[in-house]
């Protein structure tokens, strides 16, 4: 393997890029369309805001690792805080769980917003599989 293909494996795998291990497949938030979020954000002291809320799933397949970002906006929609968090365990196939985030605040947030940044769909026939 030439050094520049070594390169560019070397980076798919740090970016996340590479294949899936099989029995999943990683899908980028483009294709969370199966996943809907709802949340309420609170003030818990004067630096800090929780975000409490659920993810339902859609889909016929479990969701496995579900990593969420949460972002404080400003008056006129730039970010200003921010904050990443999990969904602990699986999401259940057209199920539903709950999750919580705790965002240290810039203090200027008029609004936020949470997406999903990274999940993985497992078929549950083929869970422990090794690639």
């Known amino acids: 393997m030439s050094r520049l293909a070594a ?19 990683w899908m980028s938030p483009q294709s969370d369309k199966d996943l809907r979020l709802t949340w309420n954000s609170e ?40 904050a990443r968090g999990y969904v602990p365990g699986d999401v259940p196939a ?12 810039a203090g200027s947030e008029r609004q936020y917003r949470v997406v999903v940044e990274s999940f993985e769909f497992v078929d549950p026939t083929r869970r422990g599989e090794s690639p």
Request: charged share 15%; no cysteine.
């Open 7 to 25: 390169g560019v494996a070397a980076g798919l795998v740090a970016l996340g890029l590479a294949a899936a291990p099989a029995g999943g497949q």
């Open 43 to 82: 003030r818990i002291g004067p630096s800090r805001v929780l975000i409490l809320g659920g993810i339902q799933n859609l889909s016929r397949l479990p969701a496995s690792r579900v990593f969420l970002r949460a972002e404080g906006l400003d008056g006129s929609g730039k970010v200003v805080s921010r």
């Open 94 to 105: 057209h199920g539903s769980s709950d999750f919580e985030i705790r965002l240290v605040a």
